[in-house]
């Protein structure tokens, strides 16, 4: 037997896919609201116009997953005062780079002199105290569960190799209790498509208390149009069945019980502890912070960065589109004020913000 052409296989698959959405829509027989967490889902939906896709009566919002917008405006603000700290360099994803402050951002800061560098992993950051010992090296570290380990995993690396030269300034989000925070906010949402690439860390089983305290499904689901299709489809399926737990498209990645092996490695560097989020406000247990024997390599005690009262950004409603309660289009300053060349908020800037991509993808 001959396989079809992939386009065609695909097509084929998108076809059965529409349909079988379809009615599993008409058994639910009432408007849904389906929140997709992750930010690489947002621009898997807009990317693949899967929106036009879906039967009317499902609808898809955006939720607090993308890492650079729900780092706080607090912990923006502290990280351009950092960065400002003489003689210091600081390493960070490109994402934040351009994440505004109220009055700069870190790409201001490096036009203006600041030694600031995009890397792809801490472990440039790493390499890089090493290489020149003389040289104070700063790591920001924002993600979720799936960056988290490799931050960890470079901490244990610096602390067994007496890394004087090296600290991070900590700010990891974990993403269920966000979950829990969109809830009780008040946002109406009738199933979570959850990140594949955190669920592969954390397991599927870690949505199952929110699941049945909220009577709500969970379908953990990989990143192409097709898988989020079929995760949407799964979902749908759940609630005309009545059906709520914690459900796995993505089985060619998440596995039971998750990577206990990256879990492990994060609980070795980092304790949880409460975090601030954009939108969100301070979440209990919803972060991670360096455990004691690690808290030598903190940026903030190190450099005796000051706590500042977190302002919000003028005309902002990041907040809102993170929380899922409006579409970046409700937002009064996008496509006007707001653009990815003239972004006034992060969801505008960041390759995962909601806002970025309803304006790429419409
Ligand atoms: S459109 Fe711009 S200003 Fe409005 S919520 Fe999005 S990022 Fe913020």
Redesign the pocket.
């Known amino acids: 037997m001959t396989c079809p052409p992939f386009e065609e296989s695909v097509a084929a698959r998108t076809r059965h896919m529409r349909e079988r959405l379809a009615r599993a829509a008409g058994a639910v027989g009432r408007h849904v609201r389906v929140m997709e967490v992750c930010g690489t889902h947002t621009h898997a939906i807009g990317r693949g116009g899967l929106r036009a896709m879906l039967p009317g009566n499902v609808e898809l919002v955006s939720g607090p997953g993308c890492p650079v917008c729900v780092t706080s405006q607090r912990d923006i603000e502290r990280m351009l005062v950092l960065a400002r700290h003489p003689g210091l360099t600081v390493c960070t994803f490109g994402d934040m780079i351009r994440v505004p402050g109220i009055t700069s951002s870190l790409e201001r800061e490096r036009s203006a002199g600041a030694d600031i560098r995009v890397v792809y992993s801490p472990v440039e950051a790493l390499a890089l105290a090493e290489r020149e010992p003389e040289r104070e090296v700063a790591f920001l570290a924002v993600g979720f569960e799936t960056t988290s380990p490799g931050v960890a995993s470079v901490l244990l690396q610096a602390h067994g190799r007496a890394v004087a030269n090296l600290s991070v300034y900590a700010s990891h989000k974990l993403i269920v209790p966000a979950m829990h925070a969109v809830l009780d906010g008040g946002s109406r949402i009738d199933g979570f498509v959850t990140p594949g690439h955190v669920s592969v860390v954390i397991g599927p089983e870690a949505y199952e208390a929110l699941s049945t305290q909220y009577s709500i499904p969970c379908v953990a689901t990989g990143f192409e149009p097709i898988d989020v299709l079929e995760g949407i489809g799964m979902l749908l399926e759940c609630m005309a069945e009545g059906r709520t737990g914690s459900f796995v498209q993505y089985t060619r990645a998440v596995k039971p019980g998750g990577n206990r092996r990256a879990w492990d490695t994060l609980l070795r560097a980092f304790e949880v502890a409460d975090a601030e989020w954009r939108g969100l406000g301070a979440i209990p247990s919803s972060g991670l912070r360096l455990k004691p024997e690690l808290r030598h390599f903190d940026a903030v005690a190190r450099y005796a960065v000051p706590d500042i009262e977190p302002v919000d950004?003028p005309?902002?409603?990041?907040g809102?589109?993170l929380k899922g309660l409006i579409h970046?289009p409700e937002?009064p300053?996008?496509r006007t004020?707001?653009t990815p060349r003239n972004?006034?908020?992060?969801?505008?800037v960041s390759s995962e913000?909601s806002?970025a991509a309803r304006y790429r993808y419409g």
Do not use: S
């Open positions: 950004l005309g902002c409603r990041c809102d589109v970046p937002c300053l996008f004020a707001c972004p006034i908020g992060p969801c505008m913000g806002c």
